[in-house]
C-alpha cells in the first residue's frame, strides 16, 4: 500500500489556469506538508499542517491555498497559475510535528505551465 | 535561519568504490541531521539519520557522521553498487529555525558499473 499518494503525477497547464493537486497519507501521521523541488532540485517548505491546524506559511504566495479536509488530506490549489510555478510539487508527513520526526514523502506533481 | 551547504553537487565513482558526501550548517542549536535518497521519479527517502548527542551512526553500507564543534556532518556509502545511484540530500533541524528542516541543495551520485 503506499503510504503517502498524491495526484495527479503530471500535470501540464496554460498560465492563468487554476488548478488542484490532491494528497492523502495512511500511516495516520499527525503533520503533513507541501513542498516545491526546483529544476535545480532545491528542496524548499512550502506549508505545514498539524492536525488541520496551519502551522507553517513560508514566503508563498498567496495564489496557492493549502486545504485539510482531515488529518489524512492535504490538498494544494493554486489559481492564477504562472510560468515559475512549474516544478515538481511533493507532498509529505511526519509523525508528530517537529524537524526531528522522520518525513515521508509522497512521489511527486510535476507541473509545467506553458 | 539555518542554512545547509552541500558537496560535491555531483559525485562519480566505479561500483565498488566508497562514496563520501559533505554538509555543513551554521545554526549551532541544530540538533537533528537526515539523510534522503531520490530516486529518478520518486519523493525523497529517509535512508539514515542522526541526532546531536552522537557521533557517528552506522547501517550496513552507509555510516553518517556528525562534527558540531565544526558543524559539519557526511554520509558515507562503502562497496557502492549501481542502485546506489541518486539524488542525496542532506538536511538540518533546529529550533531557532522554528524546528523545520532545511535541506542542502543535493548530490547526484553516479556509480559506474
Known amino acids: 500500500d503506499t503510504a503517502v499518494s498524491q495526484t495527479p503525477k503530471y500535470l501540464v497547464t496554460q498560465m492563468g489556469n487554476d488548478k488542484s493537486i490532491k494528497c492523502e497519507q495512511n500511516l495516520g501521521h499527525d503533520t503533513m506538508y507541501w513542498y516545491k523541488q526546483d529544476s535545480k532540485k532545491f528542496l524548499k517548505i512550502m506549508f505545514s499542517y498539524n492536525n488541520k491546524e496551519l502551522i507553517i506559511n513560508e514566503t508563498v504566495p498567496n495564489r496557492f491555498s493549502p486545504k485539510s479536509p482531515d488529518k489524512a488530506h492535504l490538498n494544494l490549489h493554486i489559481n492564477s497559475l504562472e510560468l515559475g510555478d512549474s516544478a515538481v510539487y511533493f507532498c509529505a508527513s511526519s509523525q508528530g510535528y517537529g524537524g526531528d520526526s522522520p518525513l515521508h514523502f509522497g512521489n511527486g506533481t510535476r507541473l509545467t505551465v506553458t | 535561519g539555518e542554512n545547509v551547504e552541500q558537496h560535491p553537487s555531483t559525485l562519480s565513482v566505479q561500483e565498488g568504490d566508497s562514496a563520501v558526501i559533505k554538509c555543513t550548517y551554521s545554526?549551532?542549536?541544530?540538533?537533528?541531521f537526515p539523510w534522503y535518497k531520490q530516486e529518478l521519479g520518486k519523493g525523497p527517502q529517509l535512508i539514515i539519520d542522526?541526532?546531536?548527542?552522537?557521533g557517528e551512526k552506522k547501517d550496513q553500507r552507509i555510516a553518517v557522521t556528525l562534527n558540531k564543534t565544526a558543524k559539519h556532518f557526511s554520509l558515507h556509502i562503502t562497496e557502492t553498487q549501481p542502485e546506489d545511484s541518486a539524488v542525496y540530500f542532506c538536511a538540518a533541524s533546529s529550533y531557532n529555525a522554528g524546528n523545520m528542516l532545511t535541506f542542502g541543495g543535493g548530490t547526484r551520485l553516479m556509480v559506474k558499473p
Open positions: 545554526d549551532s542549536a541544530s540538533n537533528y
Open positions: 542522526i541526532r546531536s548527542n552522537v
